[in-house]
């Protein structure tokens, strides 16, 4: 399991670093989008591999508006704006596995996840 861990983690820092990520996220909506991650077995690199995963990229509707008369006097005027939001998030996701090279012999499988759809829905920190 802390070689999953190690992979997702993996996986998010090179998500995050992907230099087409600014450029889909200028398009409208919300869409997958292909890359490529390596995987590592653990922090050496003992084991390494190379996959096309999906990822969801672009963006959703959001507003700000003033609160309702309401609203303010159920939190005490402290709740004097009301923001409704949307994120692009994955809505299906699937384990692919990758085949890792341990050397020029030994090889090794690992299962990691990948997008397959993607839609606006509430923000979260988390679905998975």
């Given amino acids: 399991m802390p070689s999953c861990h190690a992979a997702i983690i993996s996986l998010l820092l090179i998500l995050m670093a992907s230099p087409y990520w600014s450029n889909e996220a200028v398009r409208p909506g919300c869409h997958l989008h292909s ?14 591999g190379t996959h ?44 692919i596995k990758v085949r890792l090279h341990c050397g020029v012999t030994r090889r090794k499988e690992m299962e990691i996840f990948t997008a397959r759809s993607c839609q606006c829905d509430m923000c979260r920190l988390s679905r998975y």
């Fill in 35 to 48: 890359f490529d991650v390596t995987i590592k077995s653990d922090r050496r690199g003992t084991c390494r």
């Fill in 52 to 95: 096309v995963v999906q990822a969801c990229v672009g963006y959703c509707e959001s507003s700000a508006f003033p609160s309702k008369y309401s609203i303010l006097l159920a939190s005490s005027f402290r709740h004097n704006v009301t923001s409704v939001s949307q994120c692009c998030t994955i809505s299906k996701m699937q384990k």
